[in-house]
């Protein structure tokens, strides 16, 4: 079977009670539940409170929905009444940079109100974003939208370098394709990173991804079909991107100076405590950590941290 000729004009789903839920939908979403249980494990790993990322969730997912939404209406033009319209929204209309946007000023938020370092908290978060930008991706393929420029070279006609668009009856280069895998690939080493890496300063993944992420939408905006970069006289993912480039370099110049100048090397520290998770930062102040195989600081500092069953013997 061929996989390119799997899709039809009308996007496929699944219908309940003659209400049609789109594969786009149940891909979204798969990718937010792979994203909840990323983040949650790292939160554990990186020496925080797994509950403290439930409350993240809660608060800053619903952010990031509004926001993904209203930076595609407000930059595509979209008339005021349409932005939440039912009809408007299941034809369409989301923005991954509005996601950003939004859901960075809900962390932060949060990260004020919980005195949390924000920082530390953005690089488990980011990996999960990655992932599940990378896993939303193949939204774009059952939509067959967010490609490239027509592929006249017979030749390339096939999946993974090319997708056949059946509502313009061509080939087209398989954009959506190429960003899903330099994004998971981007969430692999980072999740490494977040796991192994215990040491000063927090923000690397942080900085990263903006890096990362601004680069790859920097290369992709440009080549993309006309009809799927928003804005009309101002391209504004395309801006967005380079801004969020040209901000994650800086952050990542300005993070490795201050450590190097404070602690006395870019990575870690020669003058005092060489880790950036030592603390461990609870959800709520009757919250204690306790030795666990995935908390990387209690394989570190093993003494600090007293055994689950002792703590339920206490209690």
Known sequence: MDINN??????????????????YAIIIVCGMVAA????????KRRNMSPDLFLTFFCICLPIAIVTTRL?????????IKEWFALSSIRSGGLSIVGGIIGGAAGVAGV??????????????????????????????FANQEVYGGIVTNESLHFFPISVY??????????????ESMVTLTAAALMFLNAWK???????????????????????????????FILGDSVPW??????????????????????????????????????????????????????????NIMCTIYPEKYPKQEKKEKEK
């Open 71 to 79: 930076f595609y209406c407000i930059t595509d033009g979209l008339p």
């Open 111 to 140: 990260c004020f109100f919980k005195k949390v370092n924000f920082l530390r908290v953005g690089d488990c978060i980011v990996v999960g974003l990655l992932l599940a930008q990378s896993i939303g991706r193949w939204g774009n």
């Open 237 to 294: 993912s395309m801006v967005m991107s380079i801004c969020m480039l040209v901000a994650g370099l800086a952050a990542l110049f300005v993070l490795l100076f201050l450590n190097k100048k404070k602690e006395g090397k870019l990575i870690g520290s020669l003058r005092g405590e060489p880790y950036g998770i030592s603390e461990y930062i609870a959800d709520n102040k009757n919250e204690t950590a306790y030795f666990n195989k995935i």
């Open 165 to 178: 668009i059946e509502d313009v009856a061509e080939w087209h280069y398989a954009f959506f394709f190429y």
């Open 36 to 43: 909840f249980f990323v983040i949650s494990l790292l939160f």
């Open 197 to 227: 890496n215990p040491y000063k300063p927090n923000g690397i993944n942080t900085a990263l991804y903006f890096v990362v992420y601004g680069l790859t939408r920097s290369i992709m905006e440009p080549l993309r079909d006309k009809s």
């Open 6 to 23: 799997l899709l039809a004009f009308e996007p496929p789903g699944i219908t309940i009670f003659g209400f049609k839920i789109y594969a």
